[in-house]
């Protein structure tokens, strides 16, 4: 089994910055994907960015160049960088953790982010 924490959110105004941590815990074998969704009121949950094990990020749209997604394998923690915020990144955050082979993932309890003045 796997579990995940998140936390970093918060209240922040337009233009401000936060740094959501995900820390894991439990298994750590296998190769897999660590991601950062999204899910605003009345809209679906959106993949917001992901990271390979090697590294490799992937950013939606409406986020690049403001969001940086990294890695630290020694903490088992996955951080999301939220730079220029704006009222439309308003929406619980969530980490998952997809493994490539059986696609089976999990997912943490989420944070929820608000950005307004």
């Known amino acids: 089994q796997v579990q995940l924490v998140e936390s970093g959110g918060g209240l922040v105004q337009p233009g401000g910055s936060l740094r959501l941590s995900c820390v894991a815990s439990?298994?750590?074998?296998?190769?897999?994907?660590m991601g950062w969704y999204r899910q605003a009121p009345g809209k679906q949950r959106e993949l917001v960015a992901s990271?390979?094990?090697?590294?490799?990020?992937n950013y939606a749209d409406s986020v690049k160049g403001r969001f940086t997604i990294s890695r630290d394998n020694a903490k088992n923690t996955v951080y999301l960088q939220m730079n220029s915020l704006k009222p439309e990144d308003t929406a619980v955050y969530y980490c998952?953790?997809?493994?490539?082979?059986?696609?089976?993932?999990?997912w943490g309890q989420g944070t929820q982010v608000t950005v307004s003045s």
């Open positions: 998952n953790r997809e493994y490539i082979r059986t696609g089976r993932d999990f």
């Open positions: 990271i390979t094990g090697g590294g490799i990020t």
């Open positions: 439990g298994s750590m074998f296998g190769i897999f994907v």
